[in-house]
């Protein structure tokens, strides 16, 4: 059994970030009726959170996977992959929600409506996400389980 190698989980990240700013900056925009740049400075931060939170997740989640259930990431069934997906979510939440607070100059209420809704476009986003990348680029079993 394998879990991917540090590169591969740079990749992973970075392609998610970046595609999540494509599509989620114009329709937080549009929404929350802002300037596309603003939008994307807000999200710009909140990714930079994320990208050093998200490697973290993933590998303790890919770890926790394999001990517990003996399987590799690219073999994760359903229900297990709306955890991961949620799980990453909701640790999101707890460490982005000060740079929302601050950057979109909202009060507590209006920066947690801005994160729920962050959330629930980054969980449905993740999701699919993860199942696309492991199918386009499933874990090697030649990478090592100490990488």
């Known amino acids: 059994m394998a879990l991917r190698s540090m590169k591969e989980r740079i990749i992973q990240t970075i392609s998610f970030e970046l595609g999540g700013l494509i ?26 959170v994320v990208l050093t939170w998200a490697p973290v997740h993933n590998t303790l989640f890919d770890k926790f996977d394999l001990y517990a259930f003996r399987r590799m990431a690219s073999a994760r069934p359903h229900r297990w992959r709306v955890l991961h997906a949620v799980s990453l979510e909701i640790s999101s939440i707890a460490l982005t929600f000060p740079v929302v607070m601050l950057i979109s100059e909202q009060g507590a209420w209006g920066a947690l409506a801005v994160n729920i809704w962050l959330t629930l476009f980054y969980a449905v986003y993740g999701y699919l996400f993860h199942l696309t990348f492991d199918m386009v680029r499933p874990v090697q079993s030649s990478t090592l389980l100490s990488e």
């Open 23 to 48: 599509i989620a900056a114009p329709l937080y925009a549009l929404f929350f009726s802002t300037s596309s740049g603003h939008s994307f400075f807000l999200l710009v931060c909140i990714s930079a």
